[in-house]
């Protein structure tokens, strides 16, 4: 476990406020426009910071947000899944992760917008992900997700290896969202501790995005999938009061469990994607680690 907590990092717990809003269908509408209007301020700063552009394009039919460092440093790209419970979330919210980790690995960050529940549930998202995975995947490739675009980029793996497909080289998952049964000692611990996610939130996502398909089925709670040697090595960020912890540290043990190279880096009273809030310090430090895990795995032009 990690760390002193930053002043930055005590600010968020010490404001935030328990228990947090509960999410229905009604204002759903309005919860996505409210993310986004909200993190736009922030999304500015860290172009601007990071001298990052980006641009839009499509790759089988699938519209992408490129990111582009100011600097490309490495010949691999980085397939990016963006959490958001599959009910919400974009690309563009999620840029206060991809811009800093495109800097800091010097890799161009792909990242589908995949279509989202209740409109289109599962599998349209993950069949969204795997059109533009399977365009990409016949060049070097590290998948990154967070949260539900951890359990994409873990899906798309299971499904590439059952049909042969090329796998990633490397991987990163943010606190993971593997087991949309929502199982796990953490999901009734953290709530209430965690300022960024609670049980009422993911109940409520997979409600929408599983209907009433087996939440057990492995493409849809990779937890439960066939993993082996070849699976990409891993690591895999989680925090204390993460809602998702112990669903992180069971992701850890079945591919320890399966000899793939994995690492789990558990930070000390931080929550769910702490990553995404660029100001904090422990951001800065996992997102290094992180790309320096990519670096030893991915290939050397």
Known sequence: MSNNLSAEAEHVLATANFPLRNRSFEKLTAYRNETRRSIAPAVERVLKMFEASIETRDISG???????????????????GYGGGYVSGSPFE??????????????????????????????????????????????????VG????????????????????????????????CDLSNAGPSVVNNDGRDPALSAQHIDFAANYYV??????????????????????????????????????MGLRDVLKDNNVPVELCLWKDLWHVFEWDYRLPESSESIRQI???????????
Request: aromatic share 12%.
């Open 62 to 80: 699938v519209s992408c947000l490129w990111v582009k460092p100011s600097q490309i440093k490495v010949d691999w790209k980085i397939f990016y």
């Open 94 to 143: 999620d840029l206060t992760i991809a811009v800093p980790l495109a800097a800091e690995t010097g890799a161009e960050v792909v990242i589908p917008h995949y279509r989202l529940a209740p409109e289109s549930p599962w599998p349209a998202a993950i069949d969204d992900g795997f059109s533009v995975f399977k365009e990409m995947s016949s060049e070097p490739l590290a998948l």
């Open 146 to 177: 967070e949260s539900a675009g951890g359990n994409l980029c873990l899906t798309l793996i299971l499904r590439a290896f059952q049909l042969g497909i090329r796998l990633p080289q490397a991987a990163a998952f943010l606190s993971p969202w």
């Open 211 to 248: 209907g009433e398909h087996d939440p057990t089925n492995p493409m849809i709670s990779p937890i439960y999938g066939v993993f082996d040697k070849s699976f990409p090595p891993s690591i895999i960020t989680t925090g204390s009061r993460d809602l998702l912890m112990s669903q992180a």
């Open 291 to 301: 790309s320096n895990w990519l670096q030893r795995y991915m290939p050397n032009f």
